[in-house]
């Protein structure tokens, strides 16, 4: 399902697309022995129309784009129109590149369709694309979906890639299809297509997205950079348009902060969709196995006096998924899982009930996914004053309770005498 918007009158639905025959299928030869570094890019698009005399859509702005960026049109495939975009032709492409691709290489697919009208009910997307997508033999794999319900399909996505769908798997998508320009309304410049993928393509190729100061940008930053205009677009389109925003509110419930793209990313560097920088600086975009344990910080020590609780906080990261345990002297007393943390730590606190004022070693095991393991443990140590009683005060305690019987002692002894 799509939204889109003709002639400045809502059309919901409705997307015109060009046949098969207009257009050139782009197969993929196999590499040679030398094994250079090499990009793919296949663009699938269910929605191209003609405007002007010029054939305009999404996967077209995206081309353009990847020029920009260090692409040969040689290696970019264009699919357009539905005939182009069936399971047949998916399938074919795909088994192409599982052929053609190995580590070195970098694969971008786009795909823009109807989503539970074309995606799920005439494809059956997910009982196949994503696993054949697997199949393709590197971890650089870059996958951006533009669908209504996107979400729904982009979330069983692999661990070892990169895919982001434009909306929620419960929030429809918008797309603009002008034929003329004097109708256009919109303050962003006129363009053809899901808004997602405008702003997507956009922002591949502004340097201003570079948060990292890297002279690249990644695909992180493109989806942080790109997000605000999206929703300002999308925020703009249900001013202008108010029955779209009452349908959007109708299936989706909320039209505030929307979108709300899905990001699935198993990378533990930042990809990007550079060409020149993918090939140049390839080192960078190289997937190697988790063989460093856990990194555990903690405190050594944590000393406290009149406490009934005790915060210990352990900071971890680990590339792999982990399962971490938790002891107090020894004794079991907390475990979980936790995903992978490969841009930031995750702090773990186990909170520590003081029982008795004395010595707490609290200690945490980290293993993850790959067999690695750490340990770390932290003294939680009482350093108040323990409350004794002295041998005087113990004696004159004595002395005050048999005292009494001493004293009835005697005097029974004596009335007998």
């Known amino acids: 399902m799509r939204i889109t918007i003709r002639k400045a009158i809502i059309s919901l639905m409705i997307m015109m697309f060009l046949t098969s025959g207009n257009f050139k299928v782009q197969s993929f030869e196999i590499k040679s022995e030398t094994n250079p570094v090499e990009t793919y890019a296949i663009l699938f698009d269910q929605f191209p129309v003609e405007i002007n005399g010029s054939t305009l859509c999404s996967s077209i702005e995206m081309k353009d784009s990847l020029l920009q960026i260090g692409w040969s049109e040689d290696n970019i495939s264009l699919f357009l129109g539905e005939d182009n975009i069936s399971k047949t032709i998916i399938l074919e492409q795909l088994n192409l590149l599982e052929q053609a691709v190995d580590e070195n290489d970098l694969v971008f697919i786009y795909f823009t369709a109807h989503g539970h009208t074309y995606c799920r009910d005439v494809l059956d997307f997910n009982t196949w694309f994503q696993h054949e997508f697997n199949q393709i033999g590197t971890t650089n794999k870059v996958f951006l979906m533009e669908s209504c319900y996107g979400g729904e399909f982009v979330m069983f996505f692999p661990e070892k890639c990169y895919a982001m769908s434009s909306v929620s798997s419960f929030e429809p998508a918008i797309a603009y299809n002008p034929e003329e320009n004097g109708t256009w309304l919109l303050s962003e410049p006129p363009f053809a297509g899901g808004i997602s993928s405008h702003f997507w393509a956009k922002t591949l190729s502004d340097i201003s997205a570079d948060s990292s100061l890297d002279g690249v940008v990644s695909l992180n930053e493109m989806y942080t950079y790109s997000l605000p205009f999206i929703k300002d677009c999308y925020n703009e389109t249900f001013e202008l348009y108010p029955d779209i925003a009452q349908y959007i509110e109708a299936v989706a419930g909320y039209t505030e902060n929307y979108p709300r793209p899905l990001v699935v990313n198993g990378l533990y560097y930042d990809l990007t969709l550079n060409a020149t920088d993918f090939i140049l600086n390839h080192e960078k975009y190289v997937w190697e196995d988790d063989i460093d344990e856990p990194n555990i910080n903690c405190q050594n020590t944590i000393n406290y006096t009149d406490e009934t609780t005790v915060n210990v906080i352990f900071e971890i ?90 004293v009835y002692y005697f005097q029974t002894k004596r009335r007998k005498d």
């Open 317 to 406: 990261s680990d590339r792999s998924d982990f399962n971490y345990y938790c002891y107090v002297n020894n004794d079991l007393k907390k475990w979980g899982s936790h995903e992978a943390t490969i841009s930031s730590t995750w702090n773990y606190t186990y909170v520590l009930s003081i029982n008795e004022k004395q010595d707490y070693n609290v200690t945490l095991a980290v293993v993850d996914e790959w067999g690695n393991e750490n340990i770390e443990q932290t003294l939680v140590k009482f350093t108040g004053e323990v409350s004794e009683t002295s041998i005087g005060f113990f004696s004159y305690g004595i002395i005050i309770v048999l005292l009494p019987l001493i």
